[in-house]
T-cell receptor, first 117, second 115 residues
């Protein structure tokens, strides 16, 4: 079974508008962390935001916020005030705390975001 | 502070050959993980090295191997290359291993093409 599911292969948004990228996950591990990464065409993965399974509040980092709904096992990324430079591939990833020792990340399929001027 | 450096950036190899990719992590980072990215399979975890020991291994055949040196630099090797090994190979560097919120810093990757 897929551990991380991103159901939107592509998304389009107008510059300066907000956009939500969906991510659902599946784990029986009570301790886990969720990450969002951005991958521009250059290939490098850029860390955006992190949410821990025990965190009481939704994570925020500048224009990025994470809509974490634990019961629904979803961790959607919200980008506010989109900029042209936000056009890239976005990946949701999970690290399970108890099942996997180490730094292993499991990634979703990604969402290609295009910001239109 | 220098980021994660992967060399070479691009590589073309013939089926049956072997290849070695290199990754220099951020100074002070002791964990290095490798991922394979393909259009069909997405991003898949290959293995992680921490303090010169393999800590985790993904579901890849034995043709894929790696190692880590005392300065934390890591290499991965693919023997008997197949066309399906064509991919972007990404290296991720982390300060520690086994800590849930440890950020992974990625290099720009090595794009391997097998012909």
């Amino acid at each position: 079974a897929q551990k991380i599911t991103q159901t939107q292969p592509g998304m389009f948004v107008q510059e300066k508008e907000a956009v939500t990228l969906d991510c659902t996950y599946d784990t029986s591990d009570p301790s886990y962390g969720l990450f969002w990464y951005k991958q521009p065409s250059s290939g490098e993965m850029i860390f955006l935001i992190y949410q821990g399974s025990y965190d009481q509040q939704n994570a925020t980092e500048g224009r990025y916020s994470l809509n974490f709904q634990k019961a629904r096992k979803s961790a959607n990324l919200v980008i506010s005030a989109s900029q042209l430079g936000d056009s890239a591939m976005y990946f949701c990833a999970m690290r399970e705390g108890l099942k996997t020792s180490g730094s292993r990340l499991t990634f979703g399929e990604g969402t290609q975001l295009t910001v239109n001027p | 502070k220098a980021g994660v450096t992967q060399t070479p950036r691009y590589l073309i190899k013939t089926r049956g050959q072997q290849v070695t990719l290199s990754c220099s992590p951020i100074s002070g980072h002791r964990s290095v993980s490798w991922y394979q990215q393909t259009p069909g399979q997405g991003l898949q975890f290959l293995f992680e090295y921490f303090s010169e020991t393999q800590r985790n291994k993904g579901n890849f055949p034995g043709r894929f191997s790696g190692r880590q040196f005392s300065n934390s630099r890591s290499e991965m090797n693919v023997s008997t290359l197949e066309l399906g090994d064509s991919a972007l190979y990404l290296c991720a560097s982390s300060l520690a291993s086994g800590i849930l919120n440890t950020e992974a810093f990625f290099g720009q990757g090595t794009r391997l093409t097998v012909v």
